[in-house]
């Protein structure tokens, strides 16, 4: 017979320090949200080895006191909650008092730090969750803690850590986030002795996404601001030319927090479907404030998930916050010309406390970077352009910009290219390939892909009848009888009112044959057999999910393949109707799939690319 018997504290230690620490991006994780908490604004991050042999972390927080310390490090120990009551409105990011003792159990770690209020700082050391010393020493204000040996005292889940460069990927990336969470903390990432990255805590989101995400992120951005009902969504907007093949790229943090929440990201991934490609998802950064008592955090150790009082409420905000702010942008896309210079950035060692020593360089370098996404920079003049001799009057010096070889989309709030005033100044120059129209508009050559904007023109069509219950049908006779698979003829009567509102009437035939009698008008040659089973192929490799309307809308922009395709001829006439139509829709600028219509190039381009430019 099995003897019930109670754990030892060693095993109960390591047992929860599973659920804590995995890697050495975990360890990192906890101590630089510990650090936030204790209101740090500048924190140091060094690990060697990937963080498998050290991690030291320094902060300019409040500090703790001698005597906590020893608490600090117990099970369930935290200065951040009193009680049941206090989750329920959770504002800081660590709350549980499990980090600590969780990281002590696995590591040998040493702890100096000094409160405001004391005249002399602590050292304290312990391993595998045993004292080993405390005395008093000399330090400034703040905490370090440095982590030595993960997993030392067991050996078997050393065995899972990775290589030392893969695990300094996943410190990088929590720190990546972490920093994006807190603009208003700066954050330097050593690893091996060599920065990696240096947040200036300037609050500048900007800038944080050019120093973390790279030139091309921060050049292609849409501010997003709005409040609804208390719940605050801002941040920035990818341009749809930074879509990603994976949601790596999709940023989001709840009252400060990173998480990771499928609510969130399909319902961001909904606004942008119509300018973003199948399996292509988007870039954003956003910064999601709610009433803690709306939020739940305590769902995870590990504080990467969350769980809403109200998914669908949540949802719909933010898919619809997304989508209106996308359609009033310009999302013609060009190859632009910009100017610009990389800011360098001082490769010191210097702690938080030392920070006075460098942070004229760090500033300038801010300076530099807002100077190149274009942000107004007080007391600053723009890069001053020298005038023109006489012989380069007509031309333009190459030294003056640099190419950016992948395409991003026009500025906002600019004179936009698709509008009534522009189009009767269009110059029709012809169709090439028998897929693609040219036109000119002042210094712009326009490129307009047929069949990606007469989809869009019906799909828009399409939409607009279903919402006014008004779809145009035609009647086939014979009807068509189509026979189907047992799993065809499930989402048939899944999703049979929503055939029905975009203009399919479908009849039951008898065992597994179904009677097509009417289908949706102006299938342009299209066999309306094999368009209905296209349809079908699709919606049964994934099941829509969603509202009434949003399933509407999802099959409607599978219809609408009956458009007229690439390879075939169109008239002057047929394009300026289509063009007509195009210009009444909120987006014009990407088919129902996320294509894009129309393209645009410079004329500057184009005389740089005939090195007419010197």
């Known amino acids: ?218 050049l292609a951005l849409i501010e997003l601001t709005t409040e609804t009902d208390g719940i605050s969504i801002r941040g920035y907007l990818g341009k749809p030319e930074l879509n990603r093949s994976t949601r790596n790229y999709e940023n989001y943090f709840v009252n400060g927090r990173y998480i990771k929440s499928d609510v969130i990201s399909k319902a961001v991934e909904e606004g942008y479907r119509e300018y973003l490609m199948q399996h292509k998802f988007p870039f954003f950064v956003m910064y999601i404030d709610i009433d803690p008592k709306d939020v739940d955090v305590n769902v995870h150790p590990g504080k990467m998930e969350v769980r809403f009082k109200d998914n669908t409420y949540i949802s719909d905000l933010i898919s619809s916050a997304v989508a209106s702010r996308l359609k009033v942008s310009e999302m013609i896309q060009e190859i632009p010309l910009v100017k610009e210079e990389e800011p360098k950035l001082t490769q010191s060692s210097a702690e938080p406390f030392e920070e006075k020593r460098i942070v004229k360089d760090l500033n300038q370098s801010s300076l530099d970077i807002r100077r190149i996404l274009g942000a107004d920079v007080p007391g600053s003049e723009p890069y001053p352009d020298a005038p023109p001799t006489e012989p380069e009057k007509n031309v333009i010096k190459a030294s003056d910009a640099v190419l950016v070889n992948t395409s991003v989309q026009m500025e906002l709030f600019e004179d936009k290219l698709l509008s009534y005033d522009a189009v009767s100044e269009y110059n029709i120059v012809g169709q090439i390939f028998d897929t693609y129209w040219l036109f000119t508009y002042k210094d712009k050559l326009l490129m307009m892909d047929q069949h990606a904007a007469h989809e869009k023109v019906k799909y828009e069509a399409l939409i607009k009848q279903i919402k006014d219950n008004n779809v145009a049908r035609q009647l086939l006779s014979p009807s068509i009888v189509i026979t189907l698979t047992p799993s065809e003829l499930s989402v048939i009567k899944e999703y049979g009112d929503n055939f029905k509102a975009i203009g399919y009437e479908i009849e039951d035939f008898g065992g597994f044959d179904i009677s097509l009698r009417a289908v949706p008008m102006d299938l342009y040659g299209h066999d309306p057999k094999e368009l209905f089973l296209s349809i079908l192929d699709e919606i049964s490799e994934g099941r829509i999910t969603g509202v009434f309307e949003v399933i509407n809308d999802k099959i409607a922009s599978m219809a609408c393949k009956s458009a007229v395709k690439g390879n075939t001829p169109m008239n002057e006439a047929e394009i300026k109707e289509l063009l007509a139509k195009l210009l009444t829709l909120d987006n014009p600028y990407n088919c129902p799939h996320g294509r894009p219509t129309i393209i645009t190039m410079t004329k500057y381009e184009i005389e740089k690319r005939f090195k007419r430019i010197v």
């Open 1 to 218: 017979m099995s003897i019930i018997h109670v754990l030892n504290e060693e095993t109960i230690n390591q047992i929860a320090a599973g659920e804590v620490v995995e890697r050495p991006a975990n360890i990192v994780k906890e101590l630089v949200e510990n650090s936030i908490d204790a209101g740090a604004d500048a924190i140091t991050v060094e690990i060697k080895d990937g963080g498998i042999s050290f991690i030291r972390v320094t902060d300019n927080g409040v500090g703790i006191s001698g005597e906590d310390i020893p608490k600090a490090f117990l099970r369930h120990a935290t200065s951040k909650i009193w009680g049941s009551s206090d989750l329920l409105s959770i504002r800081s990011l660590g709350f549980r008092g499990e980090a600590l003792s969780s990281i002590a159990a696995v590591c040998q770690v040493e702890l100096i730090s000094k409160s405001k209020e004391s005249i002399i700082g602590t050292r304290y050391v312990i391993e595998g969750s045993k004292e080993i010393e405390k005395k008093e020493v000399g330090v400034p204000s703040g905490t370090t803690i440095i982590v030595r040996n993960i997993f030392f005292n067991t050996p078997a889940r050393r065995k899972f850590l990775k290589s030392a460069i893969t695990e300094a990927g996943y410190v990088a990336d929590v720190l990546e986030h972490l920093a994006l969470a807190n603009p208003k903390v700066s954050i330097k990432f050593i690893n091996g002795g060599q920065i990696k990255f240096h947040t200036s805590g300037n609050g500048d989101i900007k800038e944080l996404i050019y120093r973390l995400l790279g030139k091309e992120a921060a």
